[in-house]
């Protein structure tokens, strides 16, 4: 299966004419277009693309989003708003924690790839990430949590990442980093897998897997590629 991280379109211009020839317009590539809307969110320079009642009606009858987003709940992390994209734009899945290991989120993940013809998945993380914190700092025996919430703690610290991560000796703020970056590679590992598999019953499926951590305070997201070892 083939995971493009990172790469750019480049134009070549010819310059096999004497007389000069305007370049073509080279579309942008998916990841590099939620680059840009990021950059105009970050800096305060946000266009509101298709958030106009005519939006409403051109997808009413359907929709064609470019990328699907699996990200966590956290009302600060809403995707249409820090990518600057509009109603239609963005395939989003979010639950505390963005765990991309639930049937829900993997079959929503699978319709938009194989129906809806998404070639582009971000799994999306974000510092000080309630869920991540609680993980990295264990369970208060004095206020435990509801069962749920345990639940749902207790799958990040089991996840090998994460293991790793608690057991590198950092502590504080460094701690819960560790931890957020580990619960995404722990996903993007999950999901290439997941991918692979689903390629195989399809061959003509085309992904592009992309990580990325959305930081708080400038409203900047890192786009990171997966830890995996390379064949």
């Given at each position: ?105 993997l079959a929503s993940i699978e319709y938009a ?119």
């Amino acid at each position: 299966m083939r995971f493009l991280l990172f790469t750019l379109p480049v134009l070549f211009l010819s310059a096999c004419s004497i007389l000069p020839k305007k370049p073509a317009t080279v579309p942008l590539s998916n990841l590099e277009r939620l680059r840009q809307g990021n950059k105009r969110f970050a800096d305060h320079k946000m266009r509101h693309p298709g958030q106009t009642v005519d939006r409403v009606r051109q997808t009413a009858h359907g929709q064609n989003p470019f990328a699907v987003v699996i990200t966590c709940a956290d009302s600060r992390l809403s995707p249409e708003i820090i990518f600057d994209e509009g109603i239609g734009d963005l395939f989003v899945i979010r639950n505390a924690g963005n765990i991309v290991e639930e049937e829900d989120v993997l079959a929503s993940i699978e319709y938009a790839l194989l129906h809806l013809k998404v070639k582009t998945v971000l799994l999306l993380g974000h510092e000080h990430c309630g869920a991540i914190e609680a993980a990295a700092n264990g369970s208060d025996p004095q206020h435990p949590e509801p069962a749920h919430i345990s639940h749902l703690v207790e799958r990040i610290r089991e996840e090998p990442e994460t293991q790793a991560a608690l057991r590198s000796g950092a502590t504080g703020e460094q701690l819960v980093h560790k931890c957020v970056v580990s619960n995404i590679t722990h996903g993007m590992r999950v999901l290439e897998h997941h991918l692979a598999s689903l390629q195989q019953q399809h061959p003509e499926l085309y992904v592009e897997l992309y990580g990325g951590i959305y930081h708080l305070h400038s409203g900047q997201v890192r786009f990171i590629e997966s830890l995996l070892p390379k064949a």
